[in-house]
């Protein structure tokens, strides 16, 4: 049995296109250039801000950094807001909580945002601790799961599970060697993405995430 299991945020816990789509544009337009559609700007929900920056936009170090503040200039009074949580995951929290398992966030979002969001809907109760990225500067997915394994000292990970919905999730758990579970529920991912990156199942429901876990 998985005795920790690790939650992304963004498209995982909560539906947060709206918001991101809205910042991504927001911050390319104050840099000057022409934003790309909205269906295409839905591939920042997910990945760190300077992965997307860099690779859909073809930004530079710096000018990946002022995009990044542009961004969460618009986030924190906003793009937050214009978020939803995932049907059934705060009650799919406070089951594992309830069975004595440990429960943390590891999202790549700044950590002040994640707690924001967790308070309002309803899961920071069930949260061990509440991993993201620092003030300054966008954190891998890795970097953010190290964190919260460092403040749960747990040190056998082979007892952990992250659950996300991007190869980003799964990608960053095998760095820190963690297993993946893909979730499914906005369809964030592209085709096959989740399954390519290796992500040991792939759930489109928190019932069904909640069976898997029930039987791992």
């Known amino acids: 049995m998985y005795r920790c299991i ?3 945020l963004d498209g995982t816990l909560t539906d947060s296109g709206p918001g991101i789509v809205n910042c991504a544009r927001y911050a390319i337009e104050k840099l000057g250039d022409v934003p790309p559609p909205d269906q295409f700007l839905l591939q920042f929900v997910g990945p760190p801000l300077q992965n997307s920056f860099q690779d859909l936009c073809g930004y530079g170090p710096e000018k990946t950094a002022e995009a990044i503040r542009f961004f969460r200039e618009r986030y924190g009074p906003k793009g937050q807001y214009e978020n939803t949580p995932a049907e059934g995951m705060a009650g799919l929290l406070a089951n594992l909580k309830a069975e004595g398992r440990t429960v943390a966030l590891a999202s790549s979002k700044r950590e002040d945002m994640c707690l924001s969001v967790c308070q ?7 949260l061990d601790v509440i991993a993201g990225s620092p003030p300054l500067g966008d954190w891998s997915k890795a970097d953010v799961i190290r964190e919260a394994l460092r403040r749960l000292e747990i040190t056998d990970p082979s007892s952990v599970l992250m659950v ?8 960053g758990a095998r760095e820190c060697g963690i297993s993946c579970v893909g979730v499914s529920f906005f369809g964030y991912a592209l085709p096959g993405e989740l399954e390519e990156a290796g992500a040991i199942a792939i759930v489109d429901s928190a019932a069904a995430l909640e069976k898997f876990l029930l039987e791992h």
């Open 120 to 126: 309002r809907f309803g899961f920071a109760p069930y």
């Open 6 to 8: 690790l939650f992304d």
């Open 164 to 171: 996300g919905d991007r190869k980003y999730d799964v990608l």
